[in-house]
């Protein structure tokens, strides 16, 4: 699938942007990442791959980091909040049909339990796994986690989420050992982002039987 390749090459798509747009090629990048954190139709966007390739042009200063962290900074805690009011307004009025079929006031009951007690906890750390990065401010928002808390670890779990990822391309990018394996780097870090969905998964199949 293009999307796939995209995850694994994203670098190199960024490098062809930038090379026909220069500048645009921000908006795009923050297009991307808010489009990523803040639409659950979107979970499959590139994250961690991508700000790590990100890095590692900026290390090359083909782009600007302080321009490029700020950008995605926003990007990220603008999306998760625009998630998080869409699960606050649709989310109760789609469980509140008594005939869904999916959507049962038990699952709302439990999250909202679960967001009173391990909220901020896992906003920030939805923010390093794939798929359910997209879906934990939605879940908060169905869950009324209260928006003061909410918004004080989107922001933290956003700083941490680009700091690392980021900053691990920008520092380590230009090793050559880093340089000549970028490929199958970036396969790593995208198998290791989806371990925990895997074994989440794993987990429920093997509590069903």
């Known amino acids: 699938m293009e999307w796939i390749d995209f995850l694994i090459h994203a670098e190199v798509y960024v490098r062809e942007i930038f090379a026909h ?33 990100l890095g590692i042009m900026s290390a090359e200063g083909l782009l600007n980091i302080q321009i490029l962290f700020w950008t995605l900074l ?23 049909a008594e005939q869904a079929r999916w959507l049962r006031k038990e699952y709302l009951a439990r999250a909202q339990e679960f967001y009173l007690q391990h909220g901020g906890k896992a906003i920030i750390l939805a923010r390093f796994v794939p798929i359910v990065r997209t879906f934990a401010p939605f879940v908060a928002g169905i869950g009324t986690m209260n928006y003061r808390r909410f918004i004080f670890f989107n922001i933290s779990g956003g700083i941490l989420w680009i700091g ?4 691990a391309g920008y520092y380590l990018g ?3 050992g880093v340089k000549s394996n970028l490929t199958a780097i970036i396969g790593l870090i995208v198998f290791v982002s989806i371990l925990p969905v ?12």
């Open 21 to 53: 747009y220069g500048a645009w090629v921000y908006l795009l990048l923050f297009s991307i990442i808010f489009a990523e954190t803040g639409f659950v139709i979107m979970p499959f966007l590139p994250g961690d791959s991508l700000l790590f390739a």
């Open 174 to 176: 230009n090793l050559p």
């Open 164 to 167: 690392t990822f980021l900053g």
């Open 198 to 209: 895997i074994a989440e998964w794993w987990k429920m199949r093997r509590q069903k039987r």
């Open 74 to 96: 926003i990007a990220a805690v603008g999306g998760d909040t625009i998630n998080y009011w869409f699960g606050y307004w649709i989310g109760p009025k789609a469980f509140g």
